[in-house]
Structure formats: C-alpha cells, structure tokens
C-alpha cells in the first residue's frame, strides 16, 4: 500500500509515525514529534490518512487526536471532543461556526506497515496555529 | 338534473367547485356564463394586474378545469333574460337552455353617482381586468388623479394610481376616510400615513360633476371648489348586478340586492343568489369570504344538506396601501356596551383600538392602524370567543404572534373549528389533520391540499404558525433524517439494525447510509447497536462518543474523571478507604456528587486502566457517568433505619440498579428508590421513580431535573416487586426503541400523542401486544451485561489505545496544569 494525502511538497521530511496497525480503523491517535503533538487519523473506509495539529484552537486543547472523524459534503473533517467544533481536514478551517480558526494539516503517506507524517522543511518544529 | 350559473366571477367559480365535491353520484349538469372574456379571475387581487400580473396569473384554475369537470363554460356570453315559468335561460349570443335550477352570481357594479359628466372621456371605474386596462393605457398621457371614494376599495385604487407615478386625490364625502371600518382618531392616523405617501386627502367633499370639454379637466364639488385632473376613478360603493332579476320579477331591496332567505333561495324556490348580488337580512356582503360560505350554502341545499347561511363577520385588513389598516368586529363600538382601550404612537404613527366587554373578559372588536401584525390573531381571540388577559392593555405591547401568546394562549388555544382561512373556509383542524395525517410540513404542500391561503393570502402568517405549532406537538423537526449520512430518523435505523442483523457501523453505513459518517450520526449508531445487542462497545471505540470512547468524562485540560458505581448510593467504610487510597496515589481531586457516588477528577488518560484495575480488584465497577445510560439509582435509607420507613427502599435501589446497569439508551436514565411518601430520594424528578405504599410501590415515570424540571407521572399504583421490574422492564425497552437521539424520558412522553394514558395502556394493559417482547429483550441485555472497565483493564489490545502518545506509551501530557484549591487540585481555566 503506498498512499499520500497531499500532493508531496519538494524539501518535505516524512517522520515514522507509527504501524498502520497502532492506529484504530477510522479514528485518531496522536504522535510526539519533537516538542510537537500531531493528530493523525485513518479513514479505513475510504483507504485514505490525515493528520493535523493535536491543538484545538477553540480552548487550547490538546484533544483533537481524540475527536470523531467524518465526512461533510465528502469532505473529511474531525470533531473536537470537547465542544465538537469541527474542522476539514484537507485544509484545517473550521467548519462549524463563524470563527475564523483553523488548524494545520501535515501530508501522509503509508509505506508497507508504516505510517510516516511529511514535516516541511522551513516548517519544521514550528508553531501550531492558534486562535 | 341541468343547473345554469349566471356569472363566472369568484363565487360563481366557487359554487361550481363545491358542488363538484359534493356531486357524489355525478348527477349535475353545470352550464357557466361569464359576461367577462375572462375564466374567473381573484378579483381580491385585481390590483397586482399593475405590478405585472397576467390576467392568465389572477386566473382561479387552468384553462382546461371546465372542460375536463365536464362544465360547460360560456365566456363573454351575458344571459339577458330569464324565463322563470318555462325555466329557461337566453344569452346575448342566442343560447337558450333550460334548467332545473339557476344560480344568479352575478356579483355586484361599482356605483357611480348620478351627477353629470360622468361618462366622459377619463372617468372610470375599477372593478374588471378590462377597467383596469383601460385605467393603465389613460395613465400614460395623465399627470393627475383623482379617486372619488375613501373607503376600501377607493384607498386600493388611489395607491394603485399612487404606484402610476399619478399625482394622486382622494375624495371622500364623509368627515373620515374609511367611514364604516374606522374612528375618528384611526381615521386621522390614516390620513396621516397617506400624507406621508404623497396622497392628497380631501374629506367632507361631495362631488357635484365632472367637467371638461371631451375628457376630464376637473372635478367639481358642492361647495363650489374644484380640483383639476387628468383622469377620475370612481370607487364610491357597490350596486348589486340585479337587473335579470328584476326583469323577471323577483323580489328585489329597495336599494338594490337579490333577496334571499337564509338557505339562499330568491323568491322563486329554484333560483338562487350568491355572492356580491344577493340581499339578505337588508345586507349585501361585499366581501369574498362570505360569497364563498353562500356558494358551500348552495351546494349542500342542492345535494340533499340543510345548511343555512347567518350572516357573516365582516372584519377586513387592507392590503398593499403600504400602510397597515385593519378593523374587526364591532369595530366602532356602535352594537354593544363596551369597554374602550386605546392605545396611540404618534412618531410611529401608531394606532391601536380594542373594544372589550364590560368585565374584562371578551374582545368584541377593534381597530389597527399603522401595525396590524396582530390582526390574525386579535380576530380569533374575538371570533372564538377566547378569555383575554387580566390586563387587556398587554395586547398592545406585543404584536403578531406575541400578542397572541398574551391573547389566551395564542395558537395553541385555538379550538379546532377556528376559521382560519375564511376566504377558503378552512378550519385550524383541517390544517392541523393535513400535517398529521398526510404527512405535508410545508406551507405550499398545506396551499395546495387545504387552499387555505390561496385567496387574499391574509392568513399565511397564522397558516406557518399552526405548521410549525403541530409539528412541535409530533416532535418533528423540520428535518427527521439523523444527518447527512442517514436519511433515517432514529426509531427506524432502530428497526433496521433490529431486523437486518446489523452489528456494526460501516455494516450500517453501506446498507442505510452514505459518506463517511459524523460526530452526530456515529454516537446514535453507536447507542442503537448498545441497545440491540448489547455487546462491549469499545468493539467500536471509534464510533463512541468521547465519554464512552474513552469510559470516563473528559474534563478541562483533557484530563478524565473516575465515578465507580454505588449501587444505591450505600456503600461500605472498606470501600470508602479505597476510593481514598486511589485517589491519594494518583492525585485525584474528590468530590460527591449530587447523586449520591464519589467523583474522582484529573487523570490522565494512561492512567485510567490503573485506577480502574485497583477498584475493581476492591469490588468497584464502571459507574457510567459518561454514556447515554443508566446513571444511578438513587435510594433514600427506607424501612432498615428509617422511623417511617415502609419498605427496604435500599435493597430495592440496588436490585433496580444491578439490573439495568450499563444500559446504552437514547439519552441518560436516572432512577431513584424512597420508602415512603415523605420522598426523601427525590425518586419523583427520575426518567422512572418508585416510591413505597403501604400495599406495595407506586410507580412513576418520565421526571426530570436539569433545566427543565419536570415531575414524573404515576403509571401504576399498588404493585409488588416483581410487577414493577416488569412494568418497568417494558417501559425503559420501549422508550429505548422508540425515542429520538438525546430525548430524556420526559421529553418522550411530552412529544407522544396520548401522552401518558397512551404509555399506561401500552405498559400496563399491553394494549400493543408487546409486552412479553420487551421483557425478553430486556432479560437478554441484562444477560449480556459486563463491567466495560474490566473489558479493559483484561485485554491488552485494548489498554494500547489508553495512552496521550502512540509513539510514546505512558508518557502524560505535558500541556495539562493544574492549580491547588483547598488542599486539592483544579485544572487550570480555560484561556
Ligand atoms: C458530577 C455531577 C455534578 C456533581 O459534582 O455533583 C454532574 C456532572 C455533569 N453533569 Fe450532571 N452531574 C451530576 C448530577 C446531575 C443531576 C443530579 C442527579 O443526578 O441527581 C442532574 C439533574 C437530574 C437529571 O438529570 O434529571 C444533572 C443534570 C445534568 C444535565 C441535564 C439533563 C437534562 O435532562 O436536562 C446534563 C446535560 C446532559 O446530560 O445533556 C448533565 C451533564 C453533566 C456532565 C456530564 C456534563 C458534561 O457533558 O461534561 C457533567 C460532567 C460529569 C463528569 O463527571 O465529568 N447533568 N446532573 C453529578 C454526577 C452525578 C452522578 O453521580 O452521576
Ligand atoms: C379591487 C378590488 C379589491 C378587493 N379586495 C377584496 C379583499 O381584499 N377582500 C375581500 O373579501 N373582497 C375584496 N373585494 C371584493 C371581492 O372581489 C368580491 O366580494 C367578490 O369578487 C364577489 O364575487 P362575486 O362572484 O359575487 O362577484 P364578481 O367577482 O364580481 O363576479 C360576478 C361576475 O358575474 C358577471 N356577470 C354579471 N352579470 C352577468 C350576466 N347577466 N351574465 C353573465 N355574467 C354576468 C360579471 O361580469 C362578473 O364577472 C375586492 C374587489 C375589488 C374590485
Ligand atoms: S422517604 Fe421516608 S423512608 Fe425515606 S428517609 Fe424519608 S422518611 Fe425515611
Ligand atoms: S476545545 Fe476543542 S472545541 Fe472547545
């Protein structure tokens, strides 16, 4: 199996995660990267993965890993656990309310058993996007 | 049998409608004639033929709704004669047919007053699509207006000539304008608005003549003056159409008018008069409403009905001035002793009049002018006879439906027979029954089936709120479906997953639904399969709600909360040292909880496995705080201690509480256990509540707390143990498959038709036949029951997922921060 996300960026660093099997079909885990945390979710469904910031922007909390995922209009999105605020997660805006707060999203992609996260390069270690 | 109507204008049409219902056996043969060229038109309309609409567009049906009723319809043919003795009628264009009987619907003509110069080049009259062409090619070459007439049709058409860019007169002869529907201060406001408009009001004017060479130059009055004019439009009243009438012999009024006695009959008993021609009681009804209550009145009498017409309420609401005008009832106060309230606003130009009766207590009319948004539902209060508020003067406050909330009770108060749509004649039962019974929730649907609204289009506003009124009381939303990836409403996915087996969400996803599911869907999945079948729901964690996914409440920060289960609130001192010992090794801020059991908050969630472990190791379960399940069953300390006590409410708590623990429903179940009427368990504020009696229990069902309290309803009296662990196994299984998603036990019975009387009958008398299922399927989910904590605790698969990092197992979180409060932590606030 061999899928990636988003169209793979040129200096992209691609971070093993974990095995596709550690992550629970069509939910999330969260990864340690560096100092940063990162939600990373299998649609078994429709065969494809995505990972975003762990950091809901809404309260500031690291939760997002632990959210619901599903699909808008065919859109996937995830919702937070804490007040299921919703995001895309193609694109990380908020699709629930007016609030302009959106979170980021990082390129995966499956390599045999394992699941790697792409990191940019001038991204790398940087802040999560906060409201 | 061959009936011949005479006039193909709105009543007319309205008789050959109702008869056609009423014509079971098909044994009329209808004859129209239209003096028009036109198929009849809403003449209650007529105005809007300025802004656009066809004469196709006012069209009351389709051009092949004659032909296809087998009506045979002949346009721009007037009957000129009638043959009362040979019972035969001839048209202008020859015709000559017999009947057997004839309905004169011959409407009424405008009035024009006997003065000179009135068929001159620019005078007209506005009654007919042909009038009113005839008005808009004038308008062209004309600078000004002038209407003689300040009634209600006279103001429709001095705003109609207002929107020709005219400058625009109106004449009225009378010292107000609207003399019949106003007072005297309404009427000034009136004037005011128009004024404001850019109409020229011109009151206690009698026209004496019209002046000019070929065409208009001016009007002239008796007081000498005059005021020069391009066109004149004369709207001064109505004289009914009542020549054939005369001509051959009928009783007619002296001021004009059919005569007719209260089943409609002229004085030869087979013909009949309808609509705008007919006098009855010395009262020509110039309205559509009543004309439309004649031609059903016709209709029966002919169809072997006796239904006789008695008057009618002539309350009227002026549209399209721009200026809201309405008046109701004894409008003036002319009929009865009453009591006056007025009410006035003159920067808004406000005027508001309510006739009560003398103690308070009954609207018998009133007047509204500048804001009669509260005219629907003024005019039910009046024409039902509904009690008003001890102070009548709130009505003034509120306008539209909020004012009907203060009119006792508003819609919901109406009775069932309330003409809503007089026009159509449509009660609030019918509109009611269209939504309950054929399933239409939209204001079109309800158009279409009831025709209520389809006339001068008054009632709308009342119509949408009886919609959304009835679907409250079915517990309808707008929209059933459960989101976008089910178009199914909760009870039926129910009976899907029931019938097809079905043990998984994607099994449901690909036979029942579409895309990839949702925060709002996957949890009532979830809760269905729980309650079905009742298997470990952390086979799915994924679908679960947080909560449940995780099987303890997420907090602030992200941390969890422990509740161990305490069966009936008792619990020992050993069990006590434990829950402190745990709390004290993992740092636990302990609180109790306003149910009776110990809460343990800020773990993280690599711990929860190891807190869990030590209490079931001291013969502890899950609690079920989190979850839509049974929470706990709350017992007051009954007959082993307790000096009034009548029964064991504890022990009864706890065997209540050990058969339905852990079970999923649509939202959460509270229970409670008191051993006497003093009720010291609150078991009365419960989803199912049990309360000792001397012969036995007493058994409550469907309390709340929360923000809505609610007290429970006795659903059976006098039972013993057993009974009542049936009664209530029936009860909790049908609320479970029948209920929407996040309906409390309350909300349930709110929203079901029959309410609790239907409950009883269907839990204690087993009126559905169900009862024996329910109890199986209960006994089978009390069966299957197991600790959802130990699951874990024992499978190592599942302990995996119980860690903050996947990469980095039992590391904690290192965002979450706590604060100290009295010798205890609290997470930090939020930012
Ligand atoms: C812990 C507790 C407060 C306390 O410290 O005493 C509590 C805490 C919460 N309650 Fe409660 N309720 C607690 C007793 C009550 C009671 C009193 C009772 O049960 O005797 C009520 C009113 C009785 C009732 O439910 O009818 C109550 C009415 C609610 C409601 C409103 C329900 C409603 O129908 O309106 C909610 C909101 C909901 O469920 O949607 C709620 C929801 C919540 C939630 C779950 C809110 C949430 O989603 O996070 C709180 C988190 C609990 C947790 O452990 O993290 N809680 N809550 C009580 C736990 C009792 C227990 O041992 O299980
Ligand atoms: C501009 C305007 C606005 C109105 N607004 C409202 C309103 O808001 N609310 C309200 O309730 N009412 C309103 N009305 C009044 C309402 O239109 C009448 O009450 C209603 O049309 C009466 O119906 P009818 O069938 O009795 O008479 P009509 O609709 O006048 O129909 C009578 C028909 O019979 C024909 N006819 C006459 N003699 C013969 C003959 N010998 N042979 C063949 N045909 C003949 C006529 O040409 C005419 O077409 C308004 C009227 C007008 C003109
Ligand atoms: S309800 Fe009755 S039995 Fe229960 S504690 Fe109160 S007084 Fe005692
Ligand atoms: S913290 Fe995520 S939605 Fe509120």
């Given at each position: 199996m061999n899928y990636s996300t988003t169209q793979d960026v040129q200096d992209i660093q691609w971070y093993p995660a974990c095995m596709i099997t550690d992550v629970p079909e069509n939910g999330g885990v969260c990864v340690k990267y560096k100092e940063e945390q990162i939600a990373l979710f299998h649609f078994a469904r429709r065969g494809e993965w995505y990972a975003s910031q762990n950091l809901c922007p809404h309260r500031r909390q690291m939760a997002i890993s632990r959210g619901m995922i599903g699909s808008q209009c065919g859109e996937p999105k995830v919702a937070c656990p804490l007040h299921k605020k919703t995001f895309s997660l193609?694109?990380?805006?908020?699709?629930?309310?007016?609030?302009?707060c959106g979170i980021k999203t990082y390129p995966v992609k499956v390599v045999d058993e394992y699941v790697y996260i792409g990191i940019a390069g001038e991204e790398n270690g940087s802040e999560a996007i906060c409201a | 049998m061959k009936i011949i109507v005479i006039g193909n204008g709105m009543v007319g049409h309205k008789f050959c409608e109702k008869l056609l219902t009423r014509d079971k056996k098909a044994e009329f043969q209808i004859t129209v004639f239209g003096e028009e060229p036109y198929r009849a038109y809403n003449r209650v309309h007529l105005s809007e033929y300025f802004s656009g609409k066809t004469a196709e567009d006012l069209s009351l049906v389709d051009r092949h709704w004659y032909a296809s009723n087998k009506i045979e319809l002949y346009l721009d043919d007037a009957v000129v004669e009638i043959d009362k003795y040979n019972k035969t009628a001839i048209s202008s264009m020859g015709r000559k047919l017999p009947y057997d009987f004839l309905v004169l619907a011959t409407g009424s003509a405008p009035f024009v007053p006997d003065i000179p110069g009135t068929s001159k080049y620019g005078v007209f009259v506005y009654r007919t699509i042909d009038d009113l062409e005839l008005i808009t090619s004038y308008a062209d070459k004309a600078k000004k207006a002038v209407v003689i007439g300040g009634g209600l049709l006279g103001l429709e058409a001095t705003k109609a000539l207002k929107d020709l860019n005219l400058e625009t007169h109106v004449v009225e002869f009378a010292p107000r304008l609207m003399p019949r529907q106003l007072d005297e201060s309404g009427a000034e406001f009136l004037k005011t608005k128009l004024e404001h408009m850019g109409i020229h009001v011109h009151l206690n004017k009698t026209a004496s003549s019209v002046s000019g060479k070929e065409k208009v130059e001016a009007l002239e009055f008796k007081d000498n003056s005059k005021l020069e004019s391009d066109m004149v439009v004369i709207s001064a009243g109505i004289k009914p159409r009542d020549e054939l009438a005369r001509d051959c012999g009928l009783r007619v009024g002296p001021r004009g008018g059919v005569i007719v006695n209260h089943k409609l009959q002229t004085s030869d008993p087979y013909i009949y008069a309808i609509g705008e021609c007919a006098l009855f009681e010395g009262m020509v009804y110039g309205l559509v409403a009543p004309g439309y209550e004649m031609a059903d009145i016709v209709a029966s009498q002919l169809t072997g009905t006796d239904k006789a017409f008695r008057g009618f309420d002539m309350s009227t609401k002026l549209k399209l001035l721009g200026v809201d005008v309405a008046s109701f009832g004894d409008a003036l106060a002319m009929e009865n002793e009453c009591r006056t309230i007025v009410f006035e606003d003159r920067v808004w130009g406000i005027y508001k009049r309510l006739n009560v009766s003398p103690d308070g207590k009954h609207l018998l009319g009133g007047i509204l002018v500048g804001d009669a948004s509260a005219y629907n539902i003024l005019l039910q209060t009046y024409q039902n006879g509904l009690a008003l508020p001890q102070n009548a003067e709130d009505l003034f406050m509120k306008s539209g439906a909020a004012a009907g909330k203060i009119a006792g009770g508003g819609i919901a108060a109406l009775p069932n027979a309330a003409l809503i749509c007089s026009c159509e004649g449509v009660s609030k039962g019918a509109i009611c029954c269209t939504v309950k019974d054929q399933g239409i929730y939209d204001l079109d649907g309800v158009k279409k089936i009831t025709k209520a609204g389809t006339g001068c289009g008054g009632c709308i506003p009342m119509i949408k709120d009886i919609i959304s009124e009835t679907l409250k009381e079915l517990g309808k939303k707008i929209k059933p479906a459960i989101c976008e990836h089910f178009d199914y409403r909760r009870q039926e996915l129910f009976d899907l997953v029931k019938v097809h087996g079905i043990k998984t969400f994607d099994e449901a996803l690909d036979k029942f639904g579409n895309g990839a599911g949702c925060e709002v869907c996957k949890p009532v999945v979830a809760s269905i399969l729980a309650s079905a079948w009742n298997e470990l729901i952390l086979k799915q964690a994924t679908i679960q709600d947080t909560n449940d996914r995780y099987l303890a409440n997420i907090q602030k920060g992200g941390t969890y909360s422990v509740v161990p289960r305490i069966p009936g609130g008792e619990i020992t001192p050993d069990k006590l040292i434990v829950i402190g010992r745990v709390a004290k090794k993992y740092n636990l801020y302990t609180k109790i909880t306003g149910a009776q059991r110990i809460d343990m908050f800020g773990a993280h969630v690599s711990e929860l496995p190891l807190i869990w472990e030590e209490l079931i190791e001291a013969g502890f379960e899950s609690g079920h705080a989190y979850g839509k399940a049974l929470r706990t069953v709350k017992s007051c300390v009954g007959s082993t201690w307790c000096r009034f006590g009548l029964h064991d409410s504890v022990s009864f708590a706890i065997r209540i509480e050990e058969r339905y623990r852990g079970l999923r429903a649509p939202h959460k179940i509270k229970s409670a256990v008191s051993g006497?009427?003093?009720e010291c368990a609150e078991a009365?504020?419960?989803d199912f509540g049990i309360i000792a009696t001397e012969k036995g229990w007493n058994l409550f069902v469907g309390g709340n707390g929360g923000s809505k309290p609610q007290h429970a309803l006795l659903l059976a009296s006098d039972i013993d143990e057993k009974t009542c662990i049936r009664y209530v196994d029936r009860f909790l299984m049908f609320y479970i498959k029948t209920a929407d998603p996040l309906t409390r036990t309350a909300t349930w019975i709110n929203k079901m038709e029959g309410g609790i009387d239907y409950l009883q009958n269907v839990i204690v008398n087993d009126s559905l036949g169900i009862g024996a299922q329910l109890e199986a399927e209960m006994q089978n989910l009390v069966d299957h029951y197991k600790c959802e904590w130990k699951e874990v605790v024992e499978s190592p698969a599942l302990r995996k997922h119980f860690n903050h990092f996947i990469n980095q197992p039992g590391e904690k979180d290192p965002n979450v921060r706590f604060e100290e409060l009295r010798g205890q932590k609290k997470a930090v606030d939020w930012k």
């Open positions: 193609i694109d990380g805006r908020c699709l629930s309310d007016e609030e302009d | 006497c009427v003093r009365q504020s419960k």
